[in-house]
């Protein structure tokens, strides 16, 4: 029997092509001919409010959407004014602020006001009944915000906290929000964000689309290049880099093998941001036997970490010789770089009458994390160290936290994302962390009288000396091997020219198509 | 219809027996899973008293027996609860991407049972030639190769190279024409293990209900093979076909969460990946009782379509 092409098939064929051509299977170029601008993230939102936000992209999207008193320049730490027309330090606990008259929030609800600004500031206070929002930290310092007139107030701290600067008032936790807006929608603006930026959100179809459209009122002057920015929230790196070759794509982020493969799409450009956080091997000073200061140091000679950025990190990220990147205050530049030494290595553990040593070392599950532990694994069996790699899923993982398994870690091998204010940082390491996330179990006196001296001065120098202190104490209690401070690479349309404020908080309010 | 009522009432009593069992698993298991909401979703900023905060608000803090209560009372009067994170109605969440999974699964079922039945029909017409050769290869390695290679494939190909169709997304609200070219390399790359799995199904059938003797019978009277085949083996051999095609649906709306993934196509898969992921279990709990409520019901549907098409399905089951 053989397949019989008549007329009534013909028709069928040509009736499927003619249905097929008319549902616009045809390229799709994200850049579009309106000028719009379709970018990626890498999960979905899920609260905009800026005192209870949880993931780093709807710090993306608020800072789009809203206006603060003080911003960060286009891929930059330095600030300018926002909102404000000034904004100053007048003591070391007092901060005036004037408004720009004229900002007009976004679903009519009227003009910016100094009292919008103490009620965004206010909302981050405990309520009567003590409970704090997720963000409350960022303000931990603020006693109450004063109006002063219509467009102007002061903001009174109840000591001196120069991190308000950076983790406040220029960033995320210093959005203003329309008080009347807030009040009104109430749980609502969870997923409702009414703020005064160059951009608004229009839509948001939850693991489909967020969708940004220009405000029309925006005052300031860095008017919005976009008219509309469509933001697809896509898992999978792999699929990612699929849809940015397809053409769907104008930026996303991409893992650091995928460089050639981008090279090789027409018209697109790599951009690479050294990152911030800390990646490191904790010790659990307080267990046997790595409460030895003398095996923890051992241990550290055994690593070889330019071979686990080589072997791991395939090279695309660079080295971390100390907890603070090189971007933040008090970096510290002279921070010793440890070479592996087999023989050294060995001769302390004899020293500390150890010569074979098994151990566990905790991590998450992920490819480049299991890379590293391998790595580490190899290296020290030469010491005479055997190691068990306990991988974990996310969940279970940052799950330890608080539990008294903590208790019983012995290596972990521990990423955190950090903030631009170096006492964000250095708060892990404190013995107020012990048992939470600080898993080396380990604590110094001078580390949290430094911790809190440095977190109330605003003397930068005297600051960045006291956190250089700080990490040199770290450094001799040998319970941390830095890793890397990471870095992220990004895939982005030739015709555009992007702005990141750190590697996961793009300032898209600074996204503009490129220059000829 | 005297035997059939006996035999719906069985089979609603099995489902039911099923889907409590499945919540009381779930139940268990979602719960001996490591890891809280606060922390994954707050990571450093996860104090205990935001813990405790985020657990009472699941109602984790109450005695385990007391939220197997209230899950089940809840789940009787329909109320699926508040989403913790976002504050939106767990029903709203779920009901908003459903429509995508089952459309995905129906599509995929609809490309599967199509190509199936086409190189089932081909290959058993000429059971021994080299086309049946070909098929039967063709089969296996439709079988035997991962929904999402295929799908890695299909987007190399279609998207990547032709640009023919979309890589990621569901398509634009509204808009039929967006939707099925989002729809269509999901669909296929879902379908690609059951076209084979299928096709080999009936190929087999319908060889053996063509060698039966009324087939040859209608052969000697000089009826066309073509109107056999169609009119009369076909629905016979359909039958076995058909038992697993709500096995089929079942399997589907599971494996769509590798394809939703991987076209980050928003859908349940999604939905309850990311919420475990998180350990949000309210979300898990429901969204994973609607998809085996769904499961229940295409069985039920299919055990009917069943004994429509052969009696004798329901009559051995009454006589039982």
């Known amino acids: 029997m053989t397949p019989n092409l008549n007329r009534r098939a013909v028709l069928a064929l040509g009736s499927s092509a003619l249905g097929v051509s008319l549902l616009g299977l045809k390229p799709a170029f994200a850049l579009g001919a309106d000028g719009s601008l379709v970018i990626r993230s890498d999960a979905d939102i899920a609260v905009l409010d800026p005192a209870n936000r949880l993931i780093a992209f709807e710090d993306t999207i608020i800072q789009a959407c809203s206006q603060s008193l003080a911003r960060f320049k286009p891929n930059s730490t330095e600030w300018e004014p926002d909102a404000a027309k000034s904004v100053q330090w007048v003591s070391d606990t007092e901060i005036t602020f004037e408004l720009n008259p004229g900002q ?3 679903g009519g609800y009227g003009e910016m006001t100094a009292e919008d600004v103490k009620f965004s500031f206010e909302r981050f206070l405990p309520d009567a009944a ?27 701290l109840k000591n001196p906290a120069p991190a308000v600067w950076t983790l406040a008032i220029s960033d995320v936790s210093g959005a203003i929000l329309s008080k009347k807006a807030v009040t009104e929608l109430g749980d609502a603006i969870k997923t409702r964000l ?15 689309r967020i969708v940004l459209a220009a405000n029309p009122d925006y005052a300031g002057s860095d008017k919005p290049a976009f008219p509309v920015i469509t933001v697809k929230p896509i898992q999978e790196a792999q699929t990612a880099l699929l849809a940015f070759q397809a053409g769907e794509l104008d930026f996303t982020a991409v893992d650091a093998a995928a460089k050639d493969q981008v090279a090789a799409v027409e018209g697109a450009k790599l951009l690479e941001q050294e990152g911030i956080g800390f990646t490191w091997i904790g010790m659990n000073a307080a267990k046997a036997p790595l409460d030895d200061l003398r095996v923890r140091q051992a241990i550290r000679l055994g690593i070889d970490m330019d071979a686990i950025i080589a072997g791991a990190y395939a090279g695309n990220t660079g080295r971390a010789n100390a907890l603070l990147a090189p971007t933040l205050l008090g970096y510290w530049a002279d921070a010793p770089v440890y070479q592996r030494d087999v023989a050294a290595a060995q001769a302390l553990l004899a020293e500390a009458g150890q010569t074979s040593i098994a151990l566990s070392l905790t991590c998450l599950n992920d490819a480049t994390s299991l890379a590293v532990a391998q790595i580490v694994q190899a290296l020290l069996s030469e010491i005479g160290v055997t190691l068990t790699i306990n991988a974990l899923d996310a969940g279970s993982y940052w799950g330890l936290s ?4 903590v208790k019983g870690l012995d290596l972990s091998l521990i990423p955190f994302s950090a903030k631009l204010d170096p006492s964000f940082n250095t708060q892990w390491f404190t013995a107020a962390m012990i048992g939470i996330w600080n898993w080396q179990n380990w604590s110094s006196p001078e580390f949290d009288t430094l911790h809190t001296e440095a977190a109330s001065i605003t003397d930068e120098a005297a600051r960045a000396a006291k956190y250089i202190r700080m990490q040199q104490i770290l450094d001799e209690s040998a319970t941390c091997v830095w890793v890397t401070h990471g870095r992220a690479l990004f895939a982005h349309s030739a015709a555009i020219t992007p702005a990141l404020q750190t590697a996961s908080v793009w300032q898209l309010r600074y996204f503009a198509p490129a220059k000829a | 219809m005297k035997l059939l009522l006996p035999f719906l009432a069985q089979r609603m009593i099995a489902g039911l027996i099923t889907l409590g069992g499945t919540f009381s698993l779930l139940f268990v298991a979602v719960r001996l899973v490591p890891g809280d909401l606060a922390t994954i979703l707050l990571g450093t900023r996860a104090t205990p008293e935001l813990r405790a905060v985020y657990a009472a608000r699941m109602g984790l803090d109450e005695p385990f027996w007391m939220q197997f209560w209230l899950f089940f009372k809840n789940l009787l009067s329909g109320d699926f609860g508040t989403d913790i994170v976002t504050g939106r109605p767990i029903l709203d969440l779920i009901l908003e991407v459903l429509p995508n999974t089952l459309a995905l699964a129906f599509a995929a079922m609809f490309i599967a049972v199509m190509l199936s039945t086409a190189l089932g029909c081909l290959a058993a017409l000429r059971p021994g030639s080299k086309l049946d050769t070909v098929l039967g290869g063709a089969s296996v390695a439709f079988i035997s190769t991962p929904a999402f290679v295929v799908a890695i494939l299909l987007l190399i190909s279609f998207s990547v190279q032709l640009k023919w169709l979309p890589v990621s997304g569901a398509g634009t609200p509204g808009d039929m024409a967006s939707r099925i070219s989002h729809l269509i390399l999901p669909a296929v790359a879902l379908s690609i293990g059951w076209i084979g799995y299928l096709a080999r199904l009936l190929r087999g059938s319908l060889l053996e209900v063509l060698s039966e003797q009324h087939v040859q019978l209608m052969r000697a009277y000089g009826v066309p093979e073509p109107r056999i085949v169609g009119r009369f083996a ?36 999604t939905l309850v990946f990311n919420a475990l992921q998180d350990r949000n279990y309210p979300v898990v709990q429901a969204a994973v009782m609607l998809t085996a409520s769904i499961y229940v019901l295409a069985s039920l549907g299919v055990d009917l379509v069943n004994a429509l098409l052969d009696p004798r399905v329901a009559r051995g089951l009454s006589e039982a």
């Open chain 1, 104 to 106: 007009m929030f976004h």
């Open chain 2, 234 to 269: 076909l629905r016979l051999a359909l039958v076995p076909t058909v038992s697993v095609l709500g096995i089929g649906i079942g399997d589907m709306i599971s494996n769509a969460v590798f394809v939703e993934i991987i076209f980050a196509r928003p859908g349940i898969g």
């Open chain 1, 130 to 156: 003590g409970n704090k929002p997720v963000f409350a930290d960022d303000w931990a310092a603020l006693d109450h915000v004063e109006v002063t007139g219509t467009y102007t107030g002061r903001i009174l």
């Open chain 1, 402 to 405: 608080g539990t008294d398994a």
């Open chain 1, 194 to 208: 009414i703020g005064t930026g160059p951009y608004m959100l229009t839509e948001w179809l939850p693991n489909d």
